[in-house]
């Protein structure tokens, strides 16, 4: 399994940017895709998480409202849609998947299996 990030960048606050994550080598829809990021000193963090299979999605509440989840069944990808961003979404965004059957909370990175390699994404005030 290879997860492939990308569309990060340098933008205003207040701008949108929109991410991807390319997968490939996913056997079946059978996952739950997640979106966590890290900002220089600070732990990873939950962004959100989307269920392949039938799209339901889930979101930290510091980018309830502003982020969006969605993924295309076509092309293998999931998408990170971030409005209104604001300076301190500034980090690295990762992509990760981890198969359905896995329990416990999106939150815990630790139960993702496959990671992709990170985009960065700044937001100037």
């Known amino acids: 399994v290879q997860l492939q990030a990308s569309g990060g960048g340098l933008v205003q606050a207040g701008a949108s940017l929109r991410l991807s994550c390319a997968a490939s080598?996913?056997?079946?829809?059978?996952?739950?895709m997640g979106w966590f990021r890290q900002a220089p000193g600070k732990e990873r963090e939950y962004v959100g998480a989307?269920?392949?299979?039938?799209?339901?999605?889930f979101y930290a509440d510091s980018v309830k409202g502003r982020f969006t989840i969605s993924r295309d069944n076509s092309k293998n990808t999931v998408y990170l849609q971030m409005n209104s961003l604001k300076p301190e979404d500034t980090a690295v965004y990762y992509c990760?998947?981890?198969?359905?059957?896995?329990?416990?909370?999106?939150?815990?990175?630790?139960?993702?299996?496959?990671w992709g390699q990170g985009t960065q994404v700044t937001v100037s005030s």
């Open positions: 990760a998947a981890r198969p359905l059957l896995i329990r416990g909370s999106f939150l815990n990175s630790g139960l993702y299996n496959y």
């Open positions: 080598g996913l056997t079946s829809d059978s996952y739950t």
């Open positions: 989307i269920i392949w299979s039938n799209a339901n999605t």
